[in-house]
């Protein structure tokens, strides 16, 4: 997986400026899971239109160029790639995580002219600065991110992170926590959505997330089978008798 997040130049665009990094998931591993899934899915209703099967061919080095085709077409006919900005946003400003006081970061993205106009009226305090020729319009708040970075950081120092991110919800900007796995696991739009199921195991019940998507009937959650359980059903569907399935178990 980390060798074609290389080859794919997922490396090349992701980390500090510093240092690149790879992706905590295996996503090369996962993009190609996910075209195969979607190609067998495509694949079955032509077959329900037309009566024929295709071949699929699926490549990890595909699907993650796939994956990585903004920073792919940014960098066209020898355009110069996005840099590495760690968790900011490589071509909008401010958009990333910033420190609050008391140590602790909030994760906030403009994206507009009017969310500029009300952080800086409503979160900042600072109405002004949303005319600084320096700050007016994302080319230059981009150009100008490092000044842009300590008018912010001065801001938020005597806040708390709860409470920039009131004056974030009061501007209608969108704004995010920086959770640990731990606090995913506790996550209350997870348990809100009744996310978590126990599935059965040879170790006894453990938690299992659902699949994205919610079907009226709800996906299928069966348990962890045990080493082997299934092979003699297996084999039966592959069309082995009795006779040779109990042969291959005195083998």
């Not at 595909?62 to 920073?71: D, K, N, V």
Request: with cysteine; hydrophobic share 40%; proline share 9%.
């Amino acid at each position: 997986d980390l060798l074609i997040q290389s080859e794919a130049g997922f490396v090349s665009v992701t980390g500090t400026p510093e240092e690149p990094s790879k992706a905590g998931p295996s996503i090369a591993d996962i993009a190609a899971g996910m075209y195969a899934y979607t190609n067998i899915l495509a694949a079955l209703l032509q077959r329900g239109q037309t009566g024929k099967g295709q071949h699929i061919d699926i490549s990890m080095l595909e699907s993650l160029a796939e994956w990585t085709s903004y920073p792919l077409y940014y960098a066209f006919d020898g355009a110069p790639p996005p840099p590495r900005t760690g968790a900011s946003h490589a071509t909008i400003y401010p958009y990333g995580p910033f420190p609050t006081g008391g140590n602790g970061t909030v994760m906030m993205g403009l994206q507009n002219e009017r969310e500029w106009l009300k952080f800086c009226e409503v979160v900042l305090q600072q109405p002004a600065v949303a005319t600084d020729p320096r700050f007016t319009g994302n080319a230059k708040r981009v150009a100008n991110r490092d000044a842009l970075k300590a008018l912010i950081t001065e801001a938020f120092e005597p806040l708390t992170a709860p409470q920039v991110v009131e004056r974030l919800e009061a501007a209608q900007i969108a704004n995010a926590r920086v959770n640990t796995m731990h606090e995913v696991w506790a996550h209350p739009q997870l348990k809100a959505r009744e996310r978590w199921r126990e599935v059965g195991s040879p170790a006894g019940m453990l938690p299992a997330m659902l699949p994205p998507g919610t079907w009226d009937q709800g996906p299928r959650m069966d348990p962890v089978p045990a080493l082997g359980e299934h092979t003699d059903s297996i084999l039966a569907e592959l069309g082995l008798g009795e006779a040779e399935i109990r042969s291959l178990h005195d083998v």
